[in-house]
């Protein structure tokens, strides 16, 4: 045999190598769990430092729950960072200080945009979706009711699937949110969706899109969009979907100094599922006939057109009234013209949707809890003197996590410091609050999870809301 041709059948078989792994579905990571150092037991009067470790996306983002409680414990999830990797921890604490805080690494994410959604389902077994951004969804679930000790085999989907939202439906088949579609993908083929997964035992049953982004391929820079999307499940069981338009149009309203590289947020939607996700609604009751696109969809707030923006959508929050079982929708917008922050409160009571400003110093609110008087928010205020664009807004030193309390959703009664940049030269809170995730209502007292700095590793605390 030449020697081209032995190195000709090297290479194919190398080749062939590559493919099997490449397309297999195996666990990467068995059942295997790493139990760490446990932290002494502590009542939470205000705050627990759960890591010195975390990540500087730690409790990124506000779409997706990383705290559910069940009776005196609470369960969370953060993502630390050691030695250049990215670890999911699970963390069990016991919220009235008689027991240690138990700490738990069930897995790895390939950057710091992979951190986890948790949730409980009926049967008390704990979900865990998690690592996904430049890699494939990554999914395991306790095998033993509220224990962290065991863990199914690490479940990997195919797909490009990012930032997942979840709930737990009526019949315990869990419903995700996500966006498919990440940096692996082409986006010049096809523009990134909203698709939605029911999960049944560790398994795909069923997909579909809910939503696609603009095709016009003369207005776009490529075929980006993020969708910030968030689920809510309300006690009757229909399933509430919140979500942002975000895509990268050539001419950047923003007129982005570094190129199209942030993208334009221009566009706030709602829609609803009275039957597990399988059909869809939009406010006014009328079907959304899927795939919906900008020229179906009906806004709840900014414009259609990119190109006639004048508020950059920057995030959005959402949880439901506990009184109308309605979302209450918190978010950010810079106006553009005036260079200004500018947050809104959208509810809806008998008369349909309204509007109220929070406030024009902060660059996030992370809804907590509402009423159908009363809304308490988490927000990240920003210095008046430091009012940046939104590309550097992350970045900036000058931010404090504060607690607003108003009621009749305008009038704050009551503004609290949640945390201050003292010892961090650039807070990235980032913080996380319970969520909607079954048809249990949320009850106090809240927690939320935040970090203290921009740069890896950092501090990130869980906090105690109601001692503020």
């Known amino acids: 045999m030449s ?85 999911i921890i699970v963390a069990e604490v016991d919220l009235q200080g008689k027991n240690p805080t138990a700490v738990f690494k069930i897995g790895e994410s390939s950057s710091n945009h992979g951190g986890a959604t948790l949730l409980v389902d009926h049967k008390k077994r704990l979900h865990v979706l998690y690592g996904c951004h430049a890699t494939a ?49 082409r986006f010049y083929r096809q523009p990134a969706s909203l698709d939605i997964l029911t999960l049944r035992d560790g398994a795909i049953l069923n997909s579909s899109t809910v939503f696609i982004s603009n095709k016009q391929a003369d207005s776009l820079f490529d075929r980006y969009a993020s969708y910030s999307q968030q689920l809510l499940i309300d006690k009757k069981g229909t399933v509430h979907l919140v979500f942002l338009i975000h895509e990268r149009p050539k001419n950047n309203p923003l007129h982005d100094p570094v190129g199209d590289a942030s993208g334009f947020g221009y566009g706030l ?55 109308t079982q309605i979302p209450v929708i918190g978010y950010t917008v810079f106006d553009i013209k005036k260079k200004q922050w500018q947050s809104y409160i959208l509810r809806k009571p008998k008369t349909g949707w309204e509007r109220n400003v929070i406030g024009y110093d902060f660059y996030t609110v992370n809804v907590v809890a509402a009423t159908d008087k009363n809304t308490i928010i988490l927000a990240e205020k920003c210095d008046a003197s ?42 990235n809170w980032l913080s996380a609050v319970e969520k909607n995730i079954s048809t249990d209502s949320l009850s106090k007292p809240y927690f939320a999870l ?3 700095g921009a740069k890896n590793p950092t501090d990130l605390y869980l906090v105690n809301l109601n001692k503020n």
């Open 137 to 185: 969804l990554k999914y395991r679930v306790s095998n033993v009711p509220l224990s962290l000790t065991s863990w199914t085999k690490e479940r990997v989907f195919n797909g490009q699937y990012t930032y997942p939202s979840a709930v737990v439906l009526p019949n315990n088949d869990i419903l995700v949110a996500l966006r498919q579609g990440n940096r692996s993908l």
């Open 386 to 427: 430091t009012q940046l664009l939104p590309i550097a807004s992350w970045q900036t030193p000058h931010k404090n996590l504060v607690l607003l309390q108003l009621e009749n959703h305008r009038s704050m009664v009551r503004y609290y410091p949640v945390s201050s940049s003292i010892g961090s030269q650039c807070p």
């Open 269 to 323: 939607v709602y829609v609803k599922s009275r039957d597990n996700g399988k059909t869809w609604e939009q406010d006014d009751g009328n079907p959304l006939s899927l795939p919906a696109n900008m020229n179906t969809i009906t806004l709840l707030a900014g414009v259609k057109q990119v190109m006639q923006a004048r508020y950059y959508y920057q995030e959005c929050s959402a949880i439901l009234s506990s009184d």
């Open 450 to 452: 935040y970090t203290s």
């Open 3 to 87: 020697f081209i041709k032995k190195v000709g059948r090297v290479v194919l078989i190398f080749c062939l190598m590559f493919l099997l792994t490449s397309c297999s579905e195996t666990p990467t990571l068995s059942s295997r769990v790493e139990q760490l150092p446990t932290l002494p037991p502590q009542q939470i009067d205000r705050f627990l430092l759960l890591s010195k470790t975390g990540s500087n996306r730690g409790t990124a983002y506000p779409n997706a729950n990383k705290i559910v409680r069940v009776g005196h414990t609470l369960y969370c999830t953060f993502l630390d960072y050691k030695n250049g990797v990215y670890n």
